[in-house]
């Protein structure tokens, strides 16, 4: 593992010119290592891109105020002798940046922590064992640190690896928390990490219509033999309560936090006939496997997919399917 770090430390060193980029759907996870290595590739004078082809959740805007992020269409640049670093993004396909982008930069360098990742990049550092892609992100900076004879990270870094870890760790609540985890998040503190600011923001600002959305998908609550809970939001939802798809991701925690329930599932409507389906489970069922049975992937305890058929259909294959599991 140790050997990736040092080559992808190498390929920051040696290059000048970076794109940075996660998956679809961004996360805490997935913005938290993204702009933590943006800001260090600007502290080390590199010229880096941040190009992410969709909207940034609302209690995450607190973290990108002064960066411009740039759609792929934006990019009217030879890039042949860029970077792209992606970054938590466990298929190629869900790169969220234009395969123009993918095929034109001269070089992939993949950091993620999904299970389902099968090495898509020249260069890759994976290891599902830990806890989020921004604990890799902080592990490769610390022998960074150690390469340039100084730590790399400062406060506003700190604080983006920190969001990365709260959430993805379920504000540690989660069977992912290792160990190291704390020990990352102690030092991170002890440099400057903003632990309040991101506290406040990520689970103490959801907007009133964010409840009552929370409320309509409480009504299509369904409990399957005691072991598998469900609810939908249908597009129809989120409009009337003015809350976009990216922003109503929290509501899956929902499902799986009922007392017996060993998985839970969001079944969310995207667009008509297209469905994203969203895994939770608690103890035993690994729900990486069901997801990538649908085409999709992720954590043994958090994973998806995207599935085109009604709702319904949906539920009814899905949930099928979960049964087989338990």
């Known amino acids: 593992m140790l050997n990736n770090i040092n080559n992808i430390i190498k390929a920051i060193r040696e290059g000048n010119n970076f794109i940075v980029t ?3 759907s961004p996360d805490g996870d997935n913005i938290g290592s993204t702009l933590s290595m943006y800001y260090t590739l600007k502290k080390l004078g590199k010229n880096v891109l941040y190009v992410l082809d969709d909207t940034i959740p609302v209690n995450l805007k607190f973290l990108v105020k002064d960066i ?10 030879d890039i042949n002798d860029y970077i792209l670093i992606s970054l938590d993004c466990g298929d190629a396909d869900r ?10 930069v001269n070089k992939l360098i993949c950091i993620d922590h999904h299970a389902s990742n099968d090495n898509f990049g020249d260069l890759n550092y994976i290891n599902p064992n830990e806890s989020s892609t921004c604990e890799l992100v902080y592990n490769l900076l610390k022998e960074f640190s150690k390469v340039v004879g100084e730590n790399i990270i400062d406060e506003t870094i700190a604080t983006c690896l920190y969001t990365g870890l709260l959430t993805d760790t379920g504000n540690f609540s989660y069977s992912n928390t290792n160990p190291s ?3 990352m998040a102690y030092d991170l503190v002890c440099i400057g990490a903003k632990k309040d600011i ?12 964010y409840y009552k959305l929370l409320g309509e998908a409480l009504d299509t609550l369904d409990i399957v033999e005691g072991k598998v809970a469900s609810m939908m ?3 129809d939802m989120l409009e ?6 990216n922003d109503a991701d929290g509501v899956t925690s929902y499902t799986r936090d009922i007392d017996g329930v060993e998985v839970g599932i969001l079944f969310k409507e995207k667009e008509l006939n297209e469905i994203k389906v969203s895994f939770r489970s608690k103890n035993y069922v690994n729900v990486s ?10 954590h043994v305890r958090a994973s998806g997919c995207t599935i085109k058929d009604t709702i319904e259909n949906v539920k009814k294959m899905v949930i099928d399917e979960v049964l087989k599991h338990i």
């Open 240 to 245: 009337r309560n003015k809350i976009s798809f």
């Open 95 to 104: 790169i969220c940046v234009s395969e123009h982008i993918k095929t034109s």
């Open 233 to 235: 939001l249908t597009m």
């Open 22 to 24: 996660s998956h679809y």
């Open 181 to 183: 985890s704390y020990l």
């Open 68 to 77: 411009k992020i740039l759609k792929s269409e934006e990019i009217d640049i």
């Open 198 to 209: 991101i506290i406040q923001k990520i689970f103490q600002s959801n907007p009133y219509n």
């Open 289 to 298: 496997t069901i997801a990538q049975h649908f085409g999709g992937g992720g």
